[in-house]
């Protein structure tokens, strides 16, 4: 077909009144988005539209979507997962690709402060947190949001979601702050400060942190691991978690209803709270091929599913290309069975970008948009 026969076609789609275009556009999967941009600027000006996320909520449309986050130099740079314009597939692609998100390359970030609340990724930014940068995966438009009062020379925050609220701890001078945990409603858009009870201070420098079961767990600077009960607001020991290995060290982990899932020694692991499953034990996920040794692996709940982003070199004949690698992702389903295992089974792998070599993995989340 002639691109001018494409024309045509596409010609009696941009006449079709507003309502009836927004109704049939949200019904769309938002991994289309990108190849619906190309269209002309209306359908991009459409696909930014707050209109359309309200029509594929009214529809129960939404869906979660895939951001990576990577350091560059200089600054950071921000890509989402969409299905591939041309869908031509080859021996070294599934069809996806992660497409360029616009970002400024100011905007400082971490493993330990990005979080994704609704359709909105949050940096709350290091080491100052003087402020919070929101990135709306709707419009793909940053904007700036209030930022919690913290000291000065505050070293290292941490911060992971119960609900729609961000629970953020920190440290400074080497220290626990003398009032450490900070809590945003993104509701209200209003910080709170929780006083604590506890039987005794822990040091957070350079911890991570997730929620489970309600509780908002960290990883202290002794390698412990602290929980914070919202209902009863006190920290308290978790004894039974990381008896053999502690795997929040990492910035692979993360956690999908109420597991938490890990990479050791080149495979994915998960450990369950359930007192007659709490131990780490190997993800069951035959065609899910070890990670190569020494390279970034970053994982995601991605819609209760778990998303696998790892870089590798690439390779020409009988040498490396160094100045490029690819990055390659994998998403995953998983299932629990009677028994209380869980197995995966990978629903696509392949390879979805090229990037320069320099560039270091930070995060992969997901939004609901």
Not at 73 to 85: D, E, S, V
Not at 107 to 136: E, M, Q, R, T
Request: aromatic content about 12%; charged content about 25%; glycine content about 4%.
């Amino acid at each position: 077909m002639s691109s001018l026969e494409k024309k045509k076609k596409l010609s009696p789609i941009t006449s079709l009144p507003d309502d009836l275009l927004l109704s049939i556009v949200a019904r769309v999967s938002r991994l289309y988005y990108t190849t619906l941009s190309l269209v002309s600027k209306s359908f991009r000006s459409l696909l930014a539209s707050p209109d359309l996320y309200k029509t594929r909520s009214l529809l129960g449309n939404t869906e979660s979507c895939l951001y990576v986050c990577f350091q560059c130099n200089p600054g950071y740079r921000w890509f989402t997962l969409c299905r591939k314009p041309d869908q031509t597939l080859t021996n070294d692609t599934s069809g996806y690709v992660l497409a360029t998100v616009p970002s400024p390359r100011f905007h400082k970030a971490c493993f330990s402060s990005l979080v994704a609340v609704g359709s909105d990724i949050y940096n709350i930014h290091a080491p100052s947190s003087s402020n919070v940068s929101v990135l709306d995966c709707r419009s793909h438009t940053w904007r700036e949001a209030p930022a919690p009062t913290l000291p000065v020379k505050e070293l290292s925050i941490s911060a992971s979601v119960i609900g729609r609220k961000i629970y953020v701890v920190g440290c400074y001078n080497n220290r626990i702050s003398p009032k450490p945990l900070k809590v945003l409603d993104t509701k209200t858009q209003v910080w709170e400060t929780i006083p604590c009870k506890g039987k005794r201070d822990y040091k957070f420098k350079n911890s991570k942190s997730t929620c489970i079961d309600g509780k908002f767990h960290v990883v202290t600077e002794r390698k412990e691991v602290v929980a914070y009960n919202p209902k009863e607001s006190r920290w308290d020991l978790v004894e039974q978690w990381f008896d053999e290995y502690n795997y929040m060290r990492s910035v692979s982990y993360c956690d999908i209803k109420n597991v938490l899932y890990s990479v050791y020694n080149r495979m994915v692991i998960w450990y369950d709270t359930e007192p007659e499953v709490s131990r780490w034990r190997y993800l069951e996920v035959g065609e899910l091929p070890t990670f190569p040794p020494g390279v970034s692996v970053r994982l995601a709940d991605y819609g209760g599913k778990l998303a696998g982003v790892w870089d590798d070199d690439l390779f020409y004949g009988q040498s490396s290309f160094v100045h490029k690698k690819k990055i390659l992702c994998a998403v995953v389903a998983l299932e629990r069975r009677k028994s209380g295992e869980i197995f995966g089974k990978v629903e696509w792998l392949g390879h979805v970008l090229t990037i320069p070599r320099e560039y270091d993995f930070v995060k992969a989340l997901a939004a609901t948009v």
